[in-house]
RNA sequence: GCCGCCAUAGCUCAGCUGGUUAGAGCGCUAGAUUGUGGAUCUAGAGGUCCCCCGUUCGAUCCGGGGUGGCGGUACCA
């Protein structure tokens, strides 16, 4: 090595994906689709790129786009932007074809999205979700099917009943019980971003990492302080309950179960505000559309589920691993949110006079790979490649009598390569193990003279190879595992070798 | 963004108070086996010891500054 090679690097955040890795999401996408469709959404597909304005995230008081995405001029000057998620540019889609898409419009979409931040476990700047939306009615049985395909798509991907939960929750109650505490009205929106901030971080820190955050605030591991939000005794114990945790941390994410008597704390918690009493009243309803379809096992009302504070204005929604796995290093991991949603009544109205109501959820595609590869789902690790038959060539010369082989596999419709490097028979054996061949076709200058090609199960040869003790069992393992065939039955026998592992 | 830890072969790491040819295991590529995947043995390829400056006769090692990676935290549509 010397001046200046480049240096093959992958950026960091962003991921290779190998032919595995490609067939088993190819599998989880058709599980996904499947039941998306099942529930009558229809596909649409906008590009990875759109104009920033339309994204709405330049940075305040300037020309410049927001560092969280990627973004650069065109030659008009204008600035462009990679998508960040697939509900802005649905948005925009849907204000663009307004006047011709059925109303209410229900649409699935898939693709890739792009963060330009720090990548961390389980987090990348280039990450595939896959959204379904209704827009144009404001029903909560449209935020309730919503809840229900998610549970049901989870369990098609393999994730059995009880090892996820779709929490739910209401923007207006949250709103609610800051009105109830004093951080009602303008002025003390910042406050209540606080506030709403420290509820998120509930499954991560804790009650009493909650506790500081709403309080005085919080100095972490590295010694990095966080202010909090400032509230005095009574207004952060009247929170911490509210969220379910009382104030000696009593009570665990998700082990409440009963939506019904999160719903009467509620109302005590949200007190005179009209806002919060809408938000329960909405949350009433949904509950009384889950029971009576019968998802009240999958899908609770949990309090402490925030999300999207920028634009979600109703009902939000999150998809959470309940399991664990053992990491490398022995501690475990959890995987927690796979997907999420809610209520965006006011995304559209940015594109046209009036507002449109909308509700969407998103699956995170590549968290959920990670996690389904965890539990060696079926899904996944069923998808075993399958690599093509490798035709060996002992004998340079007759290279041309080796291609005619492939060539009689190919038109068959059996896939097929000739060995194209130069090493010697060990080693394209070697070769073939490694592609994932099922079978070889061999043919030296013994057989050549005989007219026969030989016929390698590469599969059972594995078996005995790795048995195979002495000279002895080559015989037998020839016998079993290799067999020679005229010329002209080649693709006979290779379709009986594939036929035995199908 | 802030705080902390780390940086030697593709990977995991050794490298004696600073001493001239920088090592191991695994992996990789081959050979031993006219012509059979494992195992074994043998050989080979692969390094600006992250970069720059300084101290020194001499720096992979010591000091300063960068850069990169990891972890935590903040932000997160």
Redesign the pocket.
């Known amino acids: 090595?010397?001046?200046?090679?480049k240096r093959a690097k992958l950026?960091?955040?962003f991921v290779d994906l190998s032919a595995a890795d490609i067939a088993a999401t190819e599998k989880m996408l058709a599980a996904i689709k499947d039941s998306y469709a099942l529930y009558g959404f229809e596909p649409v597909e906008t590009p990875l790129v759109e104009y920033t304005d339309a994204?709405?995230?330049f940075l305040p008081d300037q020309d410049r786009p927001?560092?969280?995405?990627f973004s650069f001029q065109d030659d008009d000057e204008q600035w462009l932007s990679l998508r960040?998620?697939l509900?802005?540019p649905l948005a925009r889609y849907v204000a663009e074809h307004f006047d011709r898409l059925p109303k209410p419009y229900r649409s699935y979409r898939v693709g890739n999205v792009?963060?330009?931040?720090?990548?961390?476990?389980g987090?990348y700047r280039q990450f595939m979700q896959f959204d379904a939306d209704t827009i144009g009615t404001s029903s909560v049985a449209a935020d309730a099917e919503l809840c229900m395909m998610a549970a049901d798509t989870l369990e098609r991907l393999g994730i059995e009943r009880g090892k996820y939960v779709i929490k739910v929750n209401n923007r207006k109650v949250l709103d609610g019980v800051m009105e109830s505490i004093g951080l009602g009205g303008e002025e003390n929106a910042g406050r209540r971003?606080?506030v709403l901030?420290?509820i998120?971080?509930l499954d991560?820190?804790g009650p009493e990492?909650v506790r500081l955050?709403l309080g005085p605030g919080?100095k972490?591991?590295?010694?990095?302080?966080?202010k909090g939000a400032g509230l005095d005794a009574s207004a952060v114990s009247r929170v911490l309950n509210f969220t379910g945790w009382k104030d000696a941390g009593t009570g665990a994410p998700g082990t409440s179960g009963s939506s019904e008597a999160t719903l009467a704390n509620f109302e005590d918690a949200v007190g005179q505000s009209q806002f919060g009493r809408e938000g329960v009243e909405d949350l009433k309803v949904f509950r009384n559309l889950i029971e009576t379809a019968n998802y009240q096992d999958r899908i609770l009302i949990d309090p402490s589920v925030?999300?999207?504070?920028?634009?979600?204005t109703g009902p939000v929604f999150e998809a959470d691993l309940t399991f664990e796995v053992p990491g490398e290093d022995g501690k475990p991991i959890r995987f927690g949110s796979i997907g999420?949603g809610g209520r965006?009544d006011g995304l559209v109205g940015r594109f046209r006079s009036e507002d449109v109501p909308a509700t969407g959820f998103s699956i995170g595609v590549s968290r959920l790979y990670a996690a389904l590869k965890a539990i060696n789902s079926p899904i996944v690790t069923g998808a075993a490649r399958r690599g093509p038959v490798v035709v060996l060539v002992?004998d340079q010369a007759e290279i041309a009598r080796y291609q005619n082989f492939v060539a009689q596999l190919r038109s068959a419709g059996i896939a097929a390569e000739l060995y194209l490097?130069?090493?010697?028979?060990?080693?394209?054996?070697?070769?073939?193990?490694?592609r994932g061949?099922l079978c070889?076709v061999?043919?030296?200058?013994?057989?050549?003279?005989e007219g026969k090609v030989?016929i390698?199960?590469?599969?059972?040869?594995?078996?005995?190879?790795?048995a195979?003790?002495d000279r002895a069992d080559?015989i037998e393992?020839?016998t079993r595992?290799?067999f020679?065939v005229p010329e002209s039955e080649l693709v006979a026998a290779v379709r009986e070798v594939l036929g035995r592992h199908r």
């Open positions: 090595m010397s001046e200046q090679k950026p960091r955040g994204l709405g995230k927001n560092e969280g995405v960040y998620d509900t802005a792009f963060r330009n931040e720090k990548p961390g476990p987090r971003l606080t901030r420290a998120d971080k991560r820190l990492g955050l919080r972490d591991e590295s010694g990095d302080f966080t925030v999300r999207g504070l920028e634009y979600y999420g965006y002992l490097g130069s090493s010697g028979m060990n080693a394209q054996l070697k070769y073939a193990d490694k061949a070889a061999i043919q030296g200058s013994n057989e050549r003279a030989a390698r199960d590469l599969v059972l040869g594995a078996e005995l190879a790795a195979t003790k080559y393992l020839r595992a290799q020679s």
